[in-house]
């Protein structure tokens, strides 16, 4: 993307980026994205275009399945845990759309 275009671009793909992001996030009680979390995750979209950079999400991983093996089917994902991860994943390629670098969502867990 040439420099020179890019003060009136960077708005443009920021929005549409924000609002792939916006059509799976839940609010729930007490939520403040609106009050916070949507500059944060702006500043962060803005940051990765001007620096020509995939957009990168780190999640914790699902950190709610059951441990004990008489309540669970196995270690693989339930439904859920597929549902959740194609969601996010429908986002990423979403924003690769949008955006040539594309985004990419690391999900990581502790056990």
Not at 29 to 48: K, M
Request: glycine fraction near 8%; proline fraction near 6%.
């Amino acid at each position: 993307m040439e420099p020179i275009l890019l003060w009136w671009v960077l708005p443009l793909i920021e929005k549409e980026l924000l609002q792939c992001f916006e059509q799976i996030l839940f609010r729930g009680t007490n939520d403040e994205y609106e009050s916070v979390g949507r500059s944060v995750l702006s500043q962060h979209i803005q940051t990765a275009i001007q620096n020509n950079r995939q957009i990168e999400f780190v999640l914790p991983g699902f950190p709610h399945k059951n441990p004990n093996p008489s309540k669970v089917l196995g270690v693989l994902p339930d439904l859920g845990e597929t549902l959740g991860l194609q969601c996010l994943a429908n986002m990423a390629r979403q924003m690769s759309d949008i955006y040539d670098k594309g985004a990419r969502v690391i999900v990581f867990s502790d056990g």
